[in-house]
């Protein structure tokens, strides 16, 4: 997608301004001209193409599936957390504006956290005045309630094996963390303008994505906090892809959805591959569980469009 027809599609709502600086910011860092395609990924069986299987009225910031194959999305514009059943079944709003509007994952007993203050606002100052809530919500019956405060505006949320909960803040650097017995450390870690989260299968690594304006993707030692490892440079994350939301396939690999470069990188060996493409705007991938609905082994898509897309190119049969 042309840079300035991306600039037309985000400068809209409350969240335009910090959107339209972080595209201005990657393209003042690098070169004039289009993003660069990643290499592709090395082929398997051919995929088929995505296929679209749900369609939110809204911007949707990120997806999680949980053991009974729904997938739940929050909703950035209104603030709601959305349940949908199964691929082509209708998005029911399970809460009303609970300020849901950053990353969403479902803990083991199948409860969802939920980030807030994922705005312009709670972005900017997030690191100087950490005011924002977790929030544990109620798969079925869509109840809400603070699981844990005084963190910086939560953009990406990640789940460790052990229960413990990292999150990100866009506008910020700091890295929070919450202990499965309540406690909150807003800057547990820093990394420059931190975006999508995840954890690595042993629980002894956090990856972080770095958005702008020198994209990469971070490794954290959880043993040692304080020194976060450049692991992907800048030179490989274009600098106008902008890097977003973050999942582990099932050997542990990273895989990242970019909004302007429109493709999801599998990362392998040190560098980052596609595994599709022309999906520009993309918010967020996860993949599915259980054996129905948004089913194990399927790698779904999520965007700024509000459409939930499944993506053949990403899957991992038998998984």
Known sequence: MRLDRMLRTVLRGPRAGFVA???????TAAPAGPAQAAARCAPGAPAAAPVRVAQLPDWVESIAVDGRGRMFATAYFSGRVYRIDAPGSAPVALTGDVGANGGIVVREDGQLLVGTGNDLAHSL???LFPTSRLLRVDPDSGAVRTYASGLGGIDGVALA?????YTTTLGGRNIGRVTPDGRVDPA??????PNGIAVSPDGGEVYVVQTTVAPGLYRIP???????RLWVSAGLFDALALPDGLTLDGRGRPLVATHAAGEIWRVEDGRPCSVESGLPLSTQIAYGHGDRGFSAGRLY?????????????GAEPGR
Do not use: I
Request: proline content about 12%; glycine content about 14%; overall charge negative.
């Open 21 to 27: 600086a972080a595209v201005l910011a990657a393209a």
């Open 125 to 127: 100052t997030g690191d």
């Open 161 to 165: 094996p052990d229960g413990t909960v």
């Open 188 to 193: 547990w870690a820093r990394v420059p303008q």
């Open 222 to 228: 959880v043993g040692d906090p304080a020194h976060p």
């Open 301 to 313: 898509r999520a965007g700024v469009d509000g459409t939930v897309y499944e993506v053949p190119g």
